[in-house]
Structure formats: C-alpha cells, structure tokens
C-alpha cells in the first residue's frame, strides 16, 4: 500500500496536537502539511506551537514550516482539528477543491449526507460518502463529539441484542476535552462545573445518527429517548459516563454482560492499524473502571464498561470509561480513515 500524504488542519491546537503525535511512524499515512493561523504561517511548528503532550514533538514535525489554510495544500487528504467557527466554511472549501476531509469539527456531524462513523458502531454509513455533491472528488466525513463516543459504542451491543428504548446518562468529563487552555483554573481545580456548552444536545441526537440504518441509499434516525446530564471534572483525560437504560426485551445481568463481552466488530477483520484488539473490555471489579488506571487500554481506544447491575428506576445501569482526546477526537479520527482507505473511498490525489 503506499503511504498516503496527510494534512492537519489546527495543527496547533490541542486536537492538533495529538494528530501529531497518534500519526507518528503511521504505517500508512505520513504527515505532509501542518496549517494553522496567518500568525503561525511561514513559522517552524517547534516555534510556534504550545506543545502539550508528555512526549517530545517528533522530530521530523518539529522543523516543518506551517502553512496558511488554503484549498491547494501539498497532501492527499486532510484531518481536521478546526474549531467549528473555521471549519464552517473551510471544511466545504477543501471539498470542493477535492480533498476528502476527515473532521473532527461539529459543523457538518448532523448533515443528511455527511457520515457520522464510529467504524466498530456504523462502517456502512460511509455510503452516503455518494449522496455529496461537492463537483470534485472530495467529501467530508466525521467523528462524534467525544462524550457521544464512550456512550454510543456501549449502547450498540445492548442495541443489537436487547433494543433500547431509553437512556439516561451523567457524565463526569475530563479538562481536556475543554482544549486548550481549556477551563479556568479556578473553576477547574478541587470542583466540578455542572454544564459544558452545546454538550448535552449532542448527547441527545449524535448517537441517534450513529446507530441509524441506511435505505436505499438515505439515513432513518434512530429514536431513542437520551436524557443527558453533562459536568466538567477535574480530572485530565477519560470521560467517565453513568449510564441507565431501558430495554426493549427483558434480559437478566448475565445477559446484559455477555452481550458487552460478546460483541464482535463489523470491521474486525480489516486489520486496520488503529483498531484495538477489542472494542469494550468488561471489568468485573466494582471499583472499575477509572481513568488513572485503564484510559490507554488498547492504545486509548477501548472503551471500559463496569458495575453493571439492575436499576431500581430503569432496566439496567453501569459505568462507561473512554479516552476523550484519542478514542475521543484524533485516534477516532485516524481509525475513520483506515476504514475508507479499505472501504476504497481514499486514495492519492492523483489517482
């Protein structure tokens, strides 16, 4: 397979940041372009990014020169870590000019035809890749927000078996999912912030989307009831989510648990680099899962379920761990892209 030449867009950022890092000795795409500001441009990136990560900038990104955002970027396609304000308008214009854009941003998540993917929850939403319209070969292509993800990859597996007819979830969110600077340090440290912006619609719709169906070649939302309540925590990664649901059928815990163990990903077989071994691990222990302790199970990109047990109030409740910055926003990212590098839909500019 020859390597295909990746962009980040908010190369600087905190999302960024950490394409930076996760793409680093990739085995199939290579870092060709790092676009941020007017103000970075023309600027080695060691110079004008505040590097945030605990390892150092790799080398061979350390001295490469920013460029501007534009439509003609030496790169066959782009990641994007753009704040949504940009990405309205800069995501459209990279696919017109026939970059595939794999996004990060929330500006296109709900559009008819843009996909919302998780590769293990909905890898054939990418058919709506042919419903775009951009007269060029681009396309955009997204990842949920990052609460949406732990939450949407632990209700597939109850979804399939059981059905779900309703979810109450609390989520107890890291700082870093603020970027950076993120949230004040006042507000940050010894409390909890009991609301996060826009967060809790996207809890109620995204995973809607995600476990959706496609018919003749158009999306049928799913309908599920999502009550979410959203709080800012003072830890520094991991989204830690209790969640409550109702089900369809009437199983018992030993089911409820062997439908999480059993779960078996629709793109297991790929063999795509950044796809963990398994998708949910399931912790027996009721003091699990936690974020100092199990965020980088598979690389950061499993998702922890623990304390699973009957509700008083709903069917069934546990708690859902996942890696917000990884899983969460640029490995998931990554993992959108190796899929539709499989699936055909990416290949070299040229080709």
């Known amino acids: 397979m020859n390597v295909l030449r990746a962009g980040i867009l908010?190369?600087?950022?905190?999302?960024?940041?950490?394409?930076?890092?996760?793409?680093?000795?990739?085995?199939?795409?290579q870092v060709s372009a790092l676009?941020?500001?007017?103000?970075?441009?023309?600027?080695?990136?060691?110079?004008?990014?505040?590097?945030?990560?605990?390892?150092?900038?790799?080398?061979?990104?350390?001295?490469?020169?920013?460029?501007?955002?534009?439509?003609?970027?030496?790169?066959?396609?782009?990641?994007?870590?753009?704040?949504?304000?940009?990405?309205?308008h800069a995501e459209p214009n990279l696919a017109k000019a026939g970059y595939p854009v794999i996004s990060n941003a929330k500006s296109f998540r709900m559009h008819e035809n843009v996909p919302l993917l998780i590769p293990e929850v909905n890898p054939d939403h990418t058919a709506l890749i042919r419903h775009q319209d951009w007269q060029s070969k681009g396309y955009i292509v997204t990842n949920p927000n990052c609460s949406?993800?732990?939450?949407?990859?632990?209700?597939?597996?109850?979804?399939?078996?059981?059905?779900?007819?309703?979810?109450?979830?609390?989520?107890?969110?890291?700082?870093?999912?603020?970027?950076y600077p993120g949230v004040s340090a006042l507000d940050a440290v010894a409390n909890?912030?009991?609301?996060i912006g826009g967060e809790e619609d996207k809890l109620v719709n995204e995973p809607n989307?995600?476990?959706?169906?496609?018919?003749?070649?158009?999306?049928?939302?799913?309908?599920?009831?999502?009550?979410?309540?959203?709080?800012?925590?003072?830890?520094?990664?991991?989204?830690?989510?209790?969640?409550?649901v109702k089900l369809k059928s009437n199983p018992s815990q030993n089911h409820v648990r062997q439908a999480f163990n059993d779960f078996v990903s629709p793109i297991a077989e790929l063999d795509l680099p950044s796809e963990p071994d398994r998708l949910i691990h399931v912790f027996d222990d009721e003091r699990f899962p936690q974020p100092r302790r199990h965020l980088n199970l598979g690389n950061g990109m499993t998702v922890s379920i623990g304390r699973i047990?009957?509700?008083?109030?709903?069917?069934?409740k546990f708690i859902v761990l996942s890696h917000n910055t990884v899983r969460g926003a640029a490995g998931g990212a990554i993992l959108n892209a190796e899929l539709l590098v499989k699936q055909g839909f990416l290949?070299?500019?040229t080709s």
């Not at 908010?10 to 795409?29: C, S, Y």
């Not at 949406?148 to 209700?155: F, I």
């Not at 158009?218 to 209790?242: A, K």
Request: hydrophobic fraction near 45%; proline fraction near 6%; charged fraction near 15%.
């Open 10 to 29: 908010g190369a600087t950022g905190a999302v960024g940041q950490k394409f930076v890092e996760l793409l680093e000795d990739h085995p199939w795409f």
């Open 35 to 88: 676009v941020a500001s007017d103000q970075s441009a023309g600027h080695q990136y060691k110079d004008v990014v505040n590097w945030i990560g605990t390892a150092s900038i790799p080398k061979l990104i350390a001295s490469m020169e920013v460029l501007p955002l534009s439509d003609r970027l030496p790169c066959d396609f782009v990641f994007s870590g753009l704040h949504a304000s940009v990405a309205d």
């Open 148 to 179: 949406t993800v732990g939450l949407t990859c632990a209700l597939k597996p109850l979804h399939d078996k059981f059905g779900i007819e309703a979810v109450q979830v609390v989520t107890m969110q890291a700082l870093s999912g603020a970027g």
């Open 192 to 195: 909890v912030v009991p609301f």
């Open 209 to 244: 989307k995600l476990l959706g169906t496609i018919v003749d070649g158009q999306l049928h939302m799913e309908t599920l009831t999502i009550s979410p309540q959203c709080n800012r925590v003072p830890v520094l990664e991991g989204h830690l989510e209790c969640v409550t």
């Open 309 to 316: 047990r009957p509700c008083e109030i709903l069917d069934y």
């Open 347 to 349: 290949r070299s500019f």
